[in-house]
């Protein structure tokens, strides 16, 4: 079955280092690909998605393209800051209709000053 | 985007106990999904609830320990019945507006604790 398959955590970094979080997917068809952030006593909230193969999506200074030749989706970030610290959530959804979101295990990020 | 009300945000339950949990959204919506984050790790599908159908259950839960009702297109119940500790989880409720670009909303999710 389809499965998301993240980088373990934590990482940890200094404020304004780099930010890469592997995100590697299996699917049978052609699925939406999201990233979640998680703060600390939060819910979950929608970081960004990419519907298409080549698409990239961004938000909050965060990236990730929708690679189908490797099947990744890996986040990225140029410059975080003590704010991100939180747990990141790579998932999938197959096809365009209203199907489940299916999660991977989560990579949680601190970042110290 | 849509957005969901959720409770109790939290709750602490004798065990053998049972636990309603209610999700409102502030617009139709096909359909409802709950979630289960156990302790530290990823969310769980539980079971997806289509208004005016029986819920679809993943494998690995049934409808006697989590039944669900989504009595309109607005609303639904969780309910975690006959508890033990090792319900104790965050169980959240989401959904996808209409439109395909669009992401999934979640709720707050209600942390469970069972003593």
């Known amino acids: 079955g389809d499965s998301v398959t993240q980088m373990e955590g934590p990482v940890t970094l200094s404020e304004e280092a780099f930010l890469t979080i592997n995100c590697t997917y299996t699917a049978t068809g052609y699925p939406s690909l999201f990233w979640y952030v998680q703060y600390p006593g939060e819910g979950l909230q929608l970081l960004l998605k990419?519907?298409?193969?080549?698409d990239k999506g961004s938000n909050k200074g965060f990236e990730a393209t929708y690679r189908k030749e490797t099947t990744s989706f890996h986040l990225e970030k140029g410059s975080v800051q003590v704010s991100d610290s939180a747990v990141y959530f790579c998932?999938?959804?197959?096809?365009?209709?209203?199907?489940?979101?299916?999660f991977g295990a989560g990579t949680r990020l601190a970042v110290h000053p | 985007s849509a957005v969901i009300s959720q409770k109790p945000s939290r709750d602490i339950c004798q065990r053998g106990t049972s636990l309603t949990i209610q999700c409102q959204v502030d617009?139709?919506?096909?359909?409802m999904f709950w979630y289960r984050q156990q302790p530290g790790q990823s969310l769980t599908l539980i079971a997806t609830a289509n208004q005016g159908s029986e819920a679809t259950y993943e494998s690995g839960f049934v409808i006697d320990k989590f039944p669900i009702s989504r009595p309109n297109l607005t609303f639904s119940t969780l309910t975690v019945s006959n508890m033990s500790p090792e319900d104790s989880s965050i169980y959240l409720c989401?959904?996808?507006?209409?439109?395909?670009?669009?992401?999934?909303?979640f709720g707050s999710g209600t942390r469970l604790t069972v003593v």
């Open positions: 990419a519907t298409k193969a080549d």
């Open positions: 617009s139709q919506v096909t359909m």
């Open positions: 998932a999938l959804s197959e096809g365009g209709g209203y199907n489940k979101l299916i």
């Open positions: 989401s959904v996808r507006p209409p439109g395909i670009s669009g992401g999934y909303t």
